[in-house]
């Protein structure tokens, strides 16, 4: 099955590049090989290689970036992702679209968002996942999927992550205090490409689908649970969100309800502390700062 993965050079894109391909044909140009937000470019990839499904993972992530600059957002989660999907309405109908959104389309007053509950994003990044969400599902109605995730952990040589940077800190010993406030669902990107795989093999319907671990914690939790499972004591505070103003409002109980995904592809119901585990587990990297 040929696969033509857009942002490579993100913590997604380039995570899954390597969980990816050895289960799929994977073609996954750079940012100057194919730009996303080129009709021509992704015209000519998409008859260059006629994928049967093209993964965008493209994105602007830095929500205080976005509320700060909206056109840089509107570029970045908006154009580039209805370029994508007009560009293969036009060129290749047949190519299955995977776009991804995020849990920040909902303000988060209430928590265990089905994958048709109403958005009312808080941020400008919100708005334009929100708004590009709509534009995929309207132009490919029948061949698109959107993968709603969440406080996706990664290991790449390109790009960060928040379990990443605060593990590091701890294990130089510097005074922390992380956030117990925000209550999020989480996801890995070794979950997210099995996710990838089983819809790819299963070709469930069209549509929509929450695709992050089972259960609900905060960033606080995350990094406790992961410094006990790396035999660390947990030497850090508990931080409120309102003590530190950020530029972008975040949503306090943004979890996602998974019955949707439980009922459609059952293997992907996994709760997060075993997504975790998984994940702490396949990158020396973790273990490598405590040694
Ligand atoms: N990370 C999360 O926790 C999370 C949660 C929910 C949803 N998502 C969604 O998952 C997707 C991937 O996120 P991520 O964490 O991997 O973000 P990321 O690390 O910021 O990566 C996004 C990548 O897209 C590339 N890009 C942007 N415009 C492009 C264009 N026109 N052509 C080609 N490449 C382009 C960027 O290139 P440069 O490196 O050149 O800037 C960057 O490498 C996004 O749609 C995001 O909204 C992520």
Known sequence: MSVLL????????????????????????????VDAESAEAVAAALERFRPAYLINCTGFLNVDRCEQNPALSFQGNFLTAANVARTIAQVLPNCHLIHFSSDFVFDGHRGNYVESALPSPLSVYGIHKFMADEFVARTLPATHYILRTASVLGISDL???????????????????????????????????????????????????????????SWFEMLR???????????????????????????????????????????????????????????????DLFK
């Not at 990443?164 to 294990?171: D, F, I, N, P, Q």
């Not at 093999?201 to 929450?210: C, D, F, L």
């Not at 003590?243 to 409002?249: G, I, S």
């Open 6 to 33: 857009l942002g490579r050079g993100g913590l997604l894109g380039s995570c899954l590049v390597s969980h990816l391909s050895g289960s799929v044909e994977l073609v996954a140009p750079t940012r100057n090989e």
């Open 159 to 217: 790009k960060g992550n928040f379990l990443r940077a605060m593990l590091t800190k701890v294990s130089r010993g510097e005074n922390l205090r992380v956030n117990d406030t925000l209550k999020v669902s989480m996801a890995t990107t070794e979950f997210i490409a099995q996710g990838l795989i089983a819809i790819m093999r299963e070709a469930p319907p069209a549509g929509a689908y929450n695709l992050v671990a089972e259960g609900v914690l």
């Open 225 to 287: 649970y992961s410094c006990l499972h790396l035999g660390v004591t947990p030497s850090f505070g508990r931080a409120e969100i309102d003590e530190y103003p950020n530029a972008a409002l975040r949503p306090r109980n943004s979890y996602l309800n998974l019955v949707k995904l439980r009922t459609t592809l059952p293997t992907l119901s996994r709760v997060w502390q075993d997504v975790l585990d998984e994940h702490l587990d396949s990158h020396r990297f973790y273990t």
